[in-house]
């Protein structure tokens, strides 16, 4: 007990931080298996507990680490074309935000990025053209300046990336390579911003381990799917996510 006191940043409680820990395994388990989901989940919960100013770096870094561990489970999956044309953006959205590092109307950001992922999950489908380097550029570009102000892009680059790719290891397998190299770059703009990691380190790798056993657990229910019932699932997920974002939004707003 004494161990885990000393883990734990002081700004949250035993019995928080233990159910944070279940949390980083459950969703990342969500995450691995349905394809997206489990990111934005995890965001909600630690919003719930965690102080404002932590919330984006602490989450970025995590997510960092789950992702790398899901990247590096499937990396024979991973479609390397969509990763080359993604890096770019993702440097090009980094240091644009770095430089912009301002707080954005959110309710402006939820209700775009929800409206775009209801649009790639049920809407017609995009021009191929939109799929090639210079579109997957963009989108990378957009979404990695958007997540340094509001993390809760994984639902719309994995809308993205699933209109590229019907196999379901692919999709997982390349969506957990794009958001590792998404949020890389947030140790560094946010350590730049003047945000003290040190006090969250060992909560951080905690929280990363309780993630890749929750990845693993993930990656043996996505076998048992086939393509077709993975894809429907996936969507359904994702349009759930996006009326809790339009939710969000309309609170942010103060339309309710």
């Not at 004494?2 to 279940?22: D, G, T």
């Not at 939820?110 to 017609?124: E, M």
């Not at 958001?179 to 006090?199: D, I, Y």
């Not at 077709?228 to 997920?237: A, E, G, Q, S, W």
Request: aromatic share 12%; hydrophobic share 60%.
């Amino acid at each position: 007990m004494e161990v885990l006191n000393q883990l734990i940043p002081e700004s949250l409680s035993l019995p928080v931080a233990v159910f944070l820990l279940a949390s980083s395994t459950i969703t990342s388990m969500i995450t691995a298996s349905l394809g997206a989901g489990g990111g934005v989940l995890l965001l909600v919960l630690m919003a719930s507990w965690m102080p404002p100013a932590a919330i984006i770096p602490v989450h970025g870094m995590i997510q960092l680490g789950s992702n790398i561990g899901r990247a590096a489970l499937t990396w024979r999956h991973v479609d390397w074309r969509v990763i080359a044309a993604f890096l770019p953006g993702v440097i090009a959205g980094a240091a644009l935000g770095a430089w912009l590092l301002v707080n954005l109307p959110a309710h402006i950001w939820q209700l775009t990025i929800a409206l775009f992922v209801l649009y790639l999950c049920w809407g017609p489908a995009l021009p191929k053209g939109a799929f090639g380097a210079p579109g997957v550029f963009l989108a990378s570009t957009l979404t990695s300046f958007v997540s340094l102000f509001v993390g809760a892009t994984g639902p719309l680059v994995a809308a993205f990336i699933k209109q590229i790719h019907t196999d379901r290891f692919k999709t997982v397998a390349t969506f957990a390579t794009a958001m590792t190299l998404q949020h890389a770059p947030k140790a560094l703009v946010f350590g730049a911003a003047g945000f003290m990691f040190f006090e969250w380190l060992p909560f951080i790798l905690a929280m990363i381990a309780c993630g890749f056993a929750g990845t693993w657990l993930g990656l043996h229910v996505l076998s048992t799917l086939s393509n077709r019932k993975f894809t429907l699932i996936f969507n359904i997920v994702l349009t759930a996510l996006a009326i809790h974002l339009l939710w969000q939004a309309s609170l942010s707003a103060g339309w309710w």
